[in-house]
Nanobody, 114 residues
């Protein structure tokens, strides 16, 4: 079982994308995070959200990214605005807590051109 992210693509700098991750079962209430991994770099946490909807962000994306939960669709979404070339990475969703994570899925590629 994996959590599959979708919604990536190629966008120009300054553009926007919305990523989505379907969550089911206990993951609908767990603290969930969006992570990214750029080529040659370690995977990093960019945003996370509690089961009640309290959101937190890495400094690098604060003010540009918005994480949210859609209870009707059972998704955890990441709205990304004012994208920069340095946001280029494969984006993944998974539990915030390492002990609760599922194996990493394929992620979704986000490429921001300058």
């Amino acid at each position: 079982v994996q959590l599959q992210a979708s919604g990536g693509g190629l966008v120009q700098a300054g553009g926007s994308l919305r990523l989505s991750c379907v969550v089911s079962g206990i993951f609908r209430t767990r603290v969930m995070g969006w992570y990214r991994q750029a080529p040659g770099k370690e995977r990093e946490l960019v945003a996370w959200i509690t089961g009640l909807g309290s959101a937190n962000y890495a400094d690098s994306v604060k003010g540009r990214f918005t994480i949210s939960r859609d209870s009707a669709k059972n998704t955890v979404d990441l709205e990304m605005r004012s994208l920069k070339p340095e946001d280029t990475a494969v984006y993944y969703c998974n539990a915030f807590s390492a002990s609760q994570r599922l194996p990493w899925g394929q992620g979704t590629q986000v490429t921001v051109s300058s």
